[in-house]
């Protein structure tokens, strides 16, 4: 069978009455219409809510655009690359996600590579951890870059293991968690800036670190002693916090007992003086009636001590026969 080309369709009279000139016109007019819908076609691109569209023209960069309907320049003049710069992205290391919800499924393999790490007393520890970021320059993501993906792994290795690198395995393992979290994210964050990557870090979240599977045992016996010290310090202060108080507040009323008796004693001494002084002074002013009031002032204190008073006259010779000898002396 002979081939035909569009010339011998068109001589051949082969689409019936249709003159060749104007098959030949509407031939090209056709190719006029499919090659100005193909420049439309190519010419119209849209860009979703949550990406911006990256412009390259013959592979240089040239604008970035906004979310919505656009136009560029048709065919391979200029490529349009749209990057969700609003999706949070997550790395994980040492350990994937299978299947995330209620239960969450995890990849069964070993990732001991990116996750057993050197810590600052030179023990080892096996840390988890997964980083969220978004890409905040398109431009930069794209271009500045060969793997971003691999660069932000990497990087975050990095960032990673020189925080854990400063801690004791006690402090990356119990204490230090949340103090590691915002480190590592801000040292993180460093390393993406100078390395100009596009890369807003919105965090980073330690899934789990533990000892390695090899000394586990020992240190949970060694955390079990150091808990079990914990508790007899705190007995201890307990104690402390309820027999010391109590001696010091008993010490301090001694001591405001002391004061107070000081205090009593010296003013009776010193009144007693003052009074001994008043009355010297008085006594040298008027001997004979100061020692008359002193006599009697005296035998006003004793009299009522006495059991037995007797009063006789100044003129009596003896009071013995006054006496009753035998009561005094116990005869009957």
């Given amino acids: 069978m002979a081939d035909f080309g569009p010339e011998d369709i068109i001589r051949g009279g082969r689409f019936g009455n249709i003159p060749p000139e104007k098959m030949r016109q ?127 792994r990497d990087m975050s290795e990095v960032a990673m293991r020189q925080i854990v690198g400063d801690r004791s395995v006690n402090e990356v393992i119990t204490t230090g968690r949340q103090e590691l979290e915002g480190e590592s994210q801000k040292k993180l964050q460093e390393i993406m800036d100078s390395y100009h990557i596009g890369v807003e870090i919105r965090r980073v979240e330690l899934q789990d670190v533990n000892p390695p599977d090899a000394v586990a045992a020992s240190f949970a016996e060694v955390n079990q002693a150091k808990q079990e010290r914990e508790k007899l310090i705190n007995q201890a202060w307990e104690d402390y916090n309820k027999v010391i108080p109590k001696a010091k507040g008993e010490a301090e009323k001694v001591i405001r007992e002391a004061e107070g008796y000081l205090a009593r004693r010296v003013n009776e001494a010193e009144g007693d003086a003052n009074r001994f002084l008043a009355t010297w002074e008085e006594y040298k002013n008027a001997k004979e009636v100061t020692r008359k009031r002193l006599y009697l002032e005296t035998l006003t204190d004793l009299l009522p001590r006495l059991k037995t008073k007797i009063v006789v006259d100044e003129d009596l010779q003896g009071i013995l026969p006054l006496l009753d000898l035998s009561k005094e002396m116990g005869v009957e």
Avoid: C
């Fill in 26 to 152: 509407l031939l090209i007019n056709g190719g006029g219409v499919l090659m100005a819908l193909v420049l439309l076609l190519t010419s119209f691109y849209m860009v979703n809510p949550d990406e911006v569209g990256v412009i390259q023209r013959f592979g240089r960069y040239v604008r970035t655009t906004t979310p919505g309907p656009h136009f560029k320049l048709p065919l391979w003049i200029e490529k349009v690359t749209n990057v969700p710069v609003k999706h949070e992205f997550t790395e994980q290391f040492g350990f994937r996600t299978l299947r995330s919800g209620v239960r969450t499924e995890y990849v069964r393999g070993d990732f001991s590579n990116e996750s057993l790490m050197l810590t600052g007393d030179l023990n080892n520890a096996v840390v988890e951890w997964a980083v969220h970021y978004r890409i905040s320059d398109a431009r930069e993501f794209i271009f500045d870059n060969r793997n971003p993906r691999e660069t932000i």
